[in-house]
């Protein structure tokens, strides 16, 4: 492509008003479907602004994958903020994701960081509370602290999160909490303790296709300039998304559409496009998790891969996919991790739901036990065309 071709591109039309307002991060000026569980958010929280001695607060939203629990837990915090300043409290707001904060400690120094300046270095998590506390404390603020993807935690890290105020005492704790997870997820990581330290938990439901064929109306208005889609097209996506129970998925395929669209040079999404999308979308694959692994963990990952479609077997050995790796790894001249550490990614890697793994006695009695592997939710080929392009980019 030359010059001229290349600002020929810039220079076509969009079927686009606002194409970030489909992105994963976007949270809307409205918030649709779910004004029950804003209501309960607004109940337990509410005491924050009304109380002279502000209360600790935690709670818990639950629900399977594109539910709108993330959405929603940002949504209540950005407009908590706002009552808040009207108020005159100062009220700070921190979403932490644990698929890039995956342990208590790196939460912790984070907002150390943030707040006083410090690295956390030499200081105990407590210790390094108990600072940023003090700072709250001695500013005359309140922190409202959003959890997300809480069950990558360990379960003694989600309890020391929910005992702040029993910890430094509910006059210093001048935080609450709010926490959100999947609901097999969750189960894996709850004790009656860490129950007991929960004012509620707020389970969501899927949308019904009403509530689908709502919401997708709205988005695709900020989304797309007038009479880009229409009724049918949007009634076909919300049956798709009723059908998967996910949200997000009805979201992705109006973004893959669009883009396809405007790739092709058309001024209308049509049905054929949906098709087209739907059929590249996997509804329960964690997309967004993949873009945060860390450059080992995704050499892993596609260790795994190719050893499942060499193998073409439903599942890998952890040995076999330790060679692919190495092999990967030399592609890109990049130096290897030893084995020990390659199962540490696939343990990783496992906790993120990517992947499936159990211990297994194989017939060969000399090959004993051994790890094997599956992948959930995207077939091999395709995770492979992913990871392909995202190594493209970053290995270059």
Known sequence: MDEDAFRKEFGQQSVFRQAASLDLSYVPPKLYCRDEVIKSLIYNYRRILEEKEPPSINCLLLGKGGVGKT??????????RSIALEKDVNLFIEYYNCINFRSKSKIIRELLAKYTHGSGRGFSDDEALKLILTKLINDDAYMFLVIDEVQILKSEDVLAFLDIAETFGHHNAKLSILLVSRIKD??????ERILSRLNEKIKLKPYDFDDSNLILQYRSEIAFKENVINDDILAMISQIVVENKNMRHGIEILRKSGLYADKEGFNRIS?????????EVYPTFRGDVIDKLNEQELLALYGIVRTLINNDEPYALVDDAFEEYNAVCESYSIEPHVKMSYRKYVRQLRDL???ASKTVRIEDAQRGRHLKITLLDIPPRKLEELLEDLFEKKFK
């Open 353 to 355: 739901k990517i992947i």
């Open 271 to 279: 049905a054929d496009m949906v098709r087209e999308a739907s059929n």
């Open 71 to 80: 959405v929603t837990a940002k949504y209540f915090g950005k407009n908590f």
């Open 186 to 191: 969750w189960m894996k990581i709850e004790t």
